[in-house]
């Protein structure tokens, strides 16, 4: 069966430290990888989302990057964090063979930025 | 893609049979209607989905009249775990691939 992972679960950094958040999906091949964030008590705001390897789609281009080194692989980064930048993280997938719309999320990385 | 509109919430008692309707006006041929629910510190979880007419799972009912402007999630005989946000998402099954969450509808249940 298919399984998403993402790490790590919480962190708190200062503003202008860097950021690097992972996800992995196991069991499943060429899968469409997204990241999504949620800010307290809001909605989820797409932020990437990539339908193979190297290719990153980006819907919010301020300081956050994605890559994907390998095809499960997803990852988040920052080289500078905002105070906004704050939120929960989800990545979640897709199958990338037959798209039927279904995202499957990870347990989320609830970030924040002091 | 098609702009979703919800009611921001809801209010319901346990028991009771639920609706939440989901606008879509610019909904185009290709695209189908999917709800997911979202509970706090959790990613969403799929619901149902649907093109047009009446869809039905063990979980929900998905009403889509004929015009497809619009649709209705209906949940049965809500308890207190039903307590959640509620995503409607239009999905474009060509290779868009982008999924976009609207703002929601928070359902609350009470006792």
Redesign the interface.
């Known amino acids: 069966s298919q399984t998403i992972h993402q790490w790590p679960a919480t962190l708190v950094q200062p503003v202008g430290s860097p950021l690097s958040l992972e996800c992995t999906v196991e069991g499943t091949s060429n899968p469409n990888l997204y990241w999504y964030r949620q800010a307290a008590g809001r909605g989820l705001q797409l932020l990437f989302y990539s339908v193979g390897i190297g290719q990153i789609s980006s819907e919010v281009p301020q300081n956050l990057s994605a890559s994907r080194p390998q095809d499960r692989q997803f990852i988040l980064s920052s080289k500078k964090l905002l105070l906004s930048d704050s939120g929960f993280y989800l990545c979640a997938w897709t199958t990338g063979t037959g798209f039927t719309g279904e995202l499957f999320f990870g347990e989320g990385s609830r970030l924040t930025v002091l | 893609l098609a702009k979703t509109t919800q009611p921001i919430s809801m209010d319901s008692y346990e028991g009771q049979e639920v609706n939440i309707t989901c606008s879509h006006n610019n909904i185009a041929t290709n695209d189908?209607i999917?709800w997911?629910q979202q509970f706090p510190?959790?990613?969403?979880?799929?619901i149902i989905?649907g093109y047009k007419t009446k869809v039905t799972n063990e979980v929900a009912s998905l009403f889509i009249p004929a015009d497809r402007k619009s649709s209705t999630l209906s949940l049965p005989r809500v308890s207190l775990s039903d307590t959640a946000?509620y995503?409607c998402?239009v999905?474009r099954?060509d290779s868009s691939?982008?999924?976009?969450?609207?703002?929601?509808t928070r359902l609350l249940v009470r006792p």
Do not use: D, E
């Open positions: 189908y999917t997911y510190s959790q990613g969403p979880r799929f989905q946000v995503y998402l999905v099954m691939y982008k999924l976009i969450f609207g703002s929601g």
